[in-house]
Structure formats: C-alpha cells, structure tokens
C-alpha cells in the first residue's frame, strides 16, 4: 500500500490538509496525520483541534512515498521552521520522491530553490515566493516530482493529482466520479 505523510503544523488551512487525508484514503492510500510539534493534535487556521497519528520524531519517513505540505498561515511558517521536515523534503526531492504543497506552502519548496526552471503554483499573490520557477496559474502543476497547488478551492484535483501519481490516474478518475467532482 502506497502512504503519504501530510504534516500539521498549528495555523495549518483545515480544507487543504484534511481534503487530501480523506481524498488519499478512500483511494487506499494510507495517509498519516503527522504533528511538525511533536504534539498529539495540531490546531487549524480557523481553530479546528485534529487528532495525529504521529509525530515527525516517532515517524518512519522511508515508509513514505509522498510528503504532502498543506498550506494556511502561520502554518506554512511553522511548516518552514521544522528543520527535520525541510531536511526530509531536500531528501525527498534529491531522490526524486514525492513531494507536494498547496496553497502557501509552495512557498517553502520555492524557498530551498527546488523549484529553479520549474512549473509551479501557489496562492495568489504570493509568486514571488517561488524562487526560479516558470510560475503558472493552474489549479495543479505537477513537474517532475513536485506538486504544488493554489489554495483552499484547488483542495480536490491536488488531492486527486496526488492519487494519480501514487496508483494512476485511472484511480483519481474513478475516484473523481464516485465523489461527484466535475473539473
């Protein structure tokens, strides 16, 4: 079975990280609540509590195939300052694994120059944040083994471009139809 690490950090947007924990595993894709705060529950931009599975320190990150970056603010900040989490997206990215971010949180990616020559998104307004990217304005872009995403609204064709990569496109397809989603 495929899994994917969405990692919390308090101030994180609730739509963004709790769309794709649920998109992720009515596809059969394990997806790990895991606390950047090493806490049992992290606590969204709008004040929504969420149990954890993990933490970053208990986590087996070999175990994963995709680290998924939600966005909101300050959570995208405090995504940013976990210095084992930017370690293991360079990692990650290096070995060419999975990695995926929506809304703000392009921005770290954008930040650790992974993204030099390549296509990206991000929240609007937010573009200068994506060092060395060829920015583009699409709901999902996926270059190379990267995903980014623009927000909130996007929430469902990231979760569903995740899926695509982990078991294919027909899953995210099939998965589109079952949940009623018209692109």
């Known amino acids: 079975m495929k899994k994917a690490g ?10 963004e990280a709790l769309t ?13 609540c895991v606390s950047t705060a ?24 070999d175990s ?30 290096d070995s060419k694994k999975l990695i995926a971010a929506i809304c703000a949180a ?8 992974l993204l030099k020559d390549k296509e990206a998104c991000i929240y609007p307004d ?7 990217a060829k920015v583009v304005y699409d709901k999902v872009v996926k270059t190379d083994n990267i995903i980014t995403s623009r927000g909130m609204g996007t929430a ?4 569903l471009e995740i899926i695509a990569s982990l078991a294919g496109r027909s899953a995210a397809e099939s ?3 079952k949940i009623v989603y018209a692109d």
């Not at 794709?20 to 790990?32: K, P, Q, S, T």
């Not at 469902?156 to 979760?159: A, L, R, T, Y």
């Open 126 to 132: 937010m573009e200068d944040e994506l060092i060395g």
């Open 20 to 32: 794709v924990v649920d998109l992720l595993r009515r596809a059969g894709i394990e997806a790990v």
């Open 6 to 15: 969405i990692f919390f950090a308090d101030g994180f947007e609730e739509i």
């Open 175 to 177: 998965l589109a139809k």
């Open 106 to 113: 392009p921005m770290i990616f954008g930040h650790m120059g």
């Open 64 to 93: 994963l195939d995709v680290i998924v970056c939600p966005g909101g603010m300050p959570g995208t900040k405090n995504l940013e300052k976990c210095d084992k989490l930017t370690q293991k997206i360079k990692e990650f990215y």
């Open 156 to 159: 469902i064709p990231f979760g």
């Open 38 to 61: 090493n806490t049992p529950d992290a606590t969204g931009s709008h004040n929504i509590k969420v149990a954890m599975d993990t933490t970053i320190d208990q986590l087996d990150f």
